[in-house]
Nanobody, 124 residues
């Protein structure tokens, strides 16, 4: 069974940090494009960050550049999103995703495998 299981969400004060994890089972994250997406209430799902295995490049939506970092641990078959200096506008359900190809995109259209989502709330 192909699965992505997320963890690490929670409640954090503005300026705080969280690290989201996404463990894959039934398939390998290696050689795949992977990404993190988020969806706030009443808003469309947006691409936050992605990693292209083809050239090792990373991509971020403008609002998180310099604050978020995507990474992958092939030995653990797990991907991560380190989130620093969190802001209330970062509050959303966060999803990890993987695709068959090695390129990544900040559009959800290209991803076949999805995690169940984890809630991140930034509030004082």
């Amino acid at each position: 069974q192909l699965q992505l299981v997320e963890s690490g969400g929670g409640l954090v004060q503005p300026g705080g940090s969280l690290r989201l994890s996404c463990a894959a089972s039934g398939f390998t994250l290696g050689h795949r494009g992977i990404g993190w997406f988020r969806q706030a209430p009443g808003k469309e799902r947006e691409g936050v960050s992605c990693f292209s295995d083809s050239d090792g490049s990373t991509h971020y939506t403008d609002s998180v550049k310099g604050r978020f970092t995507i990474s992958r641990d092939n030995a653990k078959n797990t991907m991560y999103l380190q989130m620093n200096n969190l802001k209330p506008e970062d509050t959303a359900v966060y999803y990890c995703a993987a695709r068959s190809g090695s390129e990544c995109y900040l559009s959800s259209f290209y991803y076949a495998y999805w995690g169940q989502g984890t809630q991140v709330t930034v509030s004082s």
